[in-house]
């Protein structure tokens, strides 16, 4: 039995583009480690969240922050799993779980998490089998290169074709060990051992990649190709973050990763509209 049997229709649903709120349970983010505080704080945040139209909470206990401190298993399900329980016993929205850890992939969604938002794209070891014992979405992102080396210099030949070869063969790694295709989700990784001309490239040309059959996921917000373009710190970045989340909708994409809710869900909403205009007047 898997732990989505009962809950057939909890996976976040794609049509309109969803918007997916960040819920970092890290340390550094609560002014106090205490766990009980820590769990208030997550649901605090993530009523905020709820209230202003996210559709998935993307809960992270591990950051992907290059040069971040490695973080055991124990102490990352210490994080993460309080923080998904209570979440499911107060809130309707489905929950993702940011991990490259099997044990996690397998708790967090034995604790009601219904995708795995997965920076390593199931290359850990034993992380494509839990995530596919899970039944729970799967998001695989590209990276060049781990947290610790990959914005030292990045390089690639061609890259919108690199991360378009990485991302199928990730899918058929995904598909041959028994993972639905309708369960896999796509993300070009902005920021992930990619420079600014880089990212530009990979925004330029999402239309191909959601033209495909899986549904495409962006994460911008707040990110330092923000920092690089215009000379913002990261909390003077949301005009930008939400330009960019509005290009990539308009071509397609199906979940944008965000901080700033309230104006993510606005800007994904104006850009789908258009997207659809755009497409009526293509018949
Ligand atoms: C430092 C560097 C701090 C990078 C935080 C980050 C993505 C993600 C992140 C993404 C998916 C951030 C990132 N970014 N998961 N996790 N796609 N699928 O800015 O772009 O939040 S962490």
Redesign the pocket.
């Known amino acids: 039995m898997t732990a989505r049997q009962g809950y057939p229709d909890e996976r976040p649903r794609l049509g309109r583009p969803q918007v997916m709120g960040?819920l970092n349970v890290t340390p550094d983010s609560f002014s106090d480690g205490g766990a009980f505080n820590s769990v208030e704080a997550a649901c605090q945040r993530a009523q905020i969240m709820v209230s202003e139209g996210v559709d998935i909470i993307d809960v992270g206990g591990e950051?992907?922050?290059?040069g971040a401190e490695i973080v055991g298993d124990a102490e990352e399900l210490a994080r993460v799993i309080p923080v998904i329980r209570a979440l499911r016993s107060r809130f309707a929205v489905p929950i993702s779980i940011?991990t490259t850890k099997p044990v996690v992939m397998q708790a967090a969604c034995a604790a009601g998490a219904s995708m795995i938002?997965d920076?390593n794209a199931l290359r850990s070891p034993g992380a494509i089998e839990a995530a596919r014992d899970s039944g729970a979405m799967v998001?695989l992102?590209h990276r060049q290169g781990t947290p610790a080396s990959m914005q030292l210099a990045p390089h690639y030949d061609d890259v919108v074709a690199d991360v378009t070869a990485f991302l199928r063969e990730r899918v058929a790694a995904c598909m041959s060990a028994g993972i639905d295709a309708d369960r896999l989700v796509l993300?070009p990784?902005?920021?992930f051992g990619k420079n600014l001309e880089h990212n530009l490239a990979l925004l330029a040309a999402l239309r191909p990649l959601c033209a495909d059959r899986h549904p495409v996921?962006i994460?911008v917000?707040?990110?330092s190709m923000f920092g690089a373009l215009l000379g913002r710190t990261v909390d003077q970045r949301l005009a930008a973050s939400l330009a960019a989340a509005a290009v990539a909708v308009f071509q397609g994409v199906a979940i944008v990763?965000a901080h700033d809710i309230r104006a993510t869900v606005d800007a994904v909403a104006v850009a789908y509209a258009i997207r659809n205009a755009a497409m009526a007047g293509a018949t």
Do not use: A, E, F
């Open positions: 960040v950051s992907s922050r290059p940011d938002n920076v998001c992102m993300d990784g902005i920021g996921l994460g917000s707040r990110k990763r």
